[in-house]
């Protein structure tokens, strides 16, 4: 049993067998992806504020300097996005801060909201008349929340980063695996296509690293609800010294992230943060959310690789890339997606003939 998952119901044993066949993974066990995809967002931090203080993150603020962005300030980026040709709107932002800072739900309370998931339903709705697919990572959510929010949302994620209980995650209030694994539980149970992934060099072990996947695969067995995986590696910031993993190091993650899921399932790795050219003969075929204007801004150091970049990364590994929507097109059925959603990229505008540019065949979603 992983820290805290009984606390939340979570059943999941872990199988040694397995473990073991993981440990013994190389790249050598996996073939190349035929083909590499990405898809093009605009990142929208709707508030720096976190309950949480992971030591690894640059991106939460230091109290009492917490703001919100405004619905004015969404929408101005919004309208930037889905003009440069963008589906997805990617709202990335700390874990329930009004949890934690007054001045953030007394701002949330004076524009007329109770909570920062209420928020971000409306920010999701603006998404969509605006004319992009909504994809949120608001961090551990309760299975009403994803209720709520999958009307709105093309789909969601949240790393589990990891089920080993780390000294990084730390603080008063911190992220515990069990909670990780209950809100991917939460998100299967509701229906929502789910993004999950581990986060590499934050103190955990190669074992770790290997029930971690199959905690994964396991939730996805049960619910089938998990389009891709990410394989992130810390970077180091002035907060914190943790050490970049090496290039070794990410290329038998990856492998065994290959080898643990399900072929339907993705792997991506970032192209900001990883060697990405060293581990596209890892199994490895998805480059994520790329920006053609907004930074990345959990790791502003790093910034975002233009299209023509991720063009020659597929044509060194000799293989096609294809942009996809922020949903993976096997879940584009009504049992995943909702209705209003559905009907976005169904419509006769042009933010639908840009969603429909994205699938291999359109009228998936037409008929
Ligand atoms: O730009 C980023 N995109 C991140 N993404 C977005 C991702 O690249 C795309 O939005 C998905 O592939 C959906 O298209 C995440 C999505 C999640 O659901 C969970 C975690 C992440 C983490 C990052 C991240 O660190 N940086
Ligand atoms: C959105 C995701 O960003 C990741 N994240 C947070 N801080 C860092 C860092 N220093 N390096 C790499 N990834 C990081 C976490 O995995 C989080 O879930
Ligand atoms: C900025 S980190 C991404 C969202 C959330 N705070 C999490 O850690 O899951
Ligand atoms: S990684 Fe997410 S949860 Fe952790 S401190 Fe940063 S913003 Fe908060």
New binding site residues.
Partial sequence: MFPGAEEYGVELTVDERAVDRLLAATPADVDPAPALTFSRNVFLPLTTA?RYTCTY?T?YDVPGQASLMSPEEVEEMLRMGADAGCTEALF????KPDARYEAIHDQLAEWGHDSIVDYLYEMCELALDVGLLPHS???DLVESEFARLREVNASMG??LETTADVAAHSGGRKKTPGQRLNTIRAAGETGVPFTTGLLVGIGETWRDRAESLLAIRGLHERYGHVQEVIVQNVVPNERSSFERPSVETMRRVVAMARVALPEEVSVQVPPNLSPTSSLLDCGVDDLGGVSPVTDDY?NPDYAWPALRELEDLASEAGVPLHERLPVYERYLGEEWVSDRVRAAIAADTDAGARYRACLSDASVTRA
């Fill in positions: 976190c993150c991106y990335t932002f700390g874990d990572n608001p961090g949240v790393m959990i």
